[in-house]
């Protein structure tokens, strides 16, 4: 039951992982705001990034933000770290 538990937990940390990617892309590539998937990724990202961009700015260099690479980071090591107490 928790290896089924930490194969969900980690699936779902991977999936939103990959959102984040695609997010971070469409700001370079600016794709039409009302499509209705970008709207999805946007509405479905932007806490996450205001939250981070509001308590690390100073990951924040020269312009270039490198909150969402954080973000990343700790959301990939959730998983491993409850799976590895359970």
Do not use: H
Request: net charge positive; hydrophobic share 55%.
């Amino acid at each position: 039951m928790i290896s089924l538990f930490c194969f969900i937990l980690d699936a779902v940390v991977s999936i939103y992982v990959w959102i984040l990617i695609i997010s971070v892309v469409l700001t370079y590539v600016q794709p039409n705001q009302y499509n209705p998937a970008v709207q999805f990724i946007y509405r479905v990202t932007a806490p996450v990034f205001e939250y981070s961009r509001k308590y690390l700015a100073f990951l924040t260099i020269g312009g270039i933000d490198f909150s969402p690479i954080a973000v990343i980071m700790f959301l990939q090591f959730i998983p491993r770290f409850i799976c590895s107490v359970l």
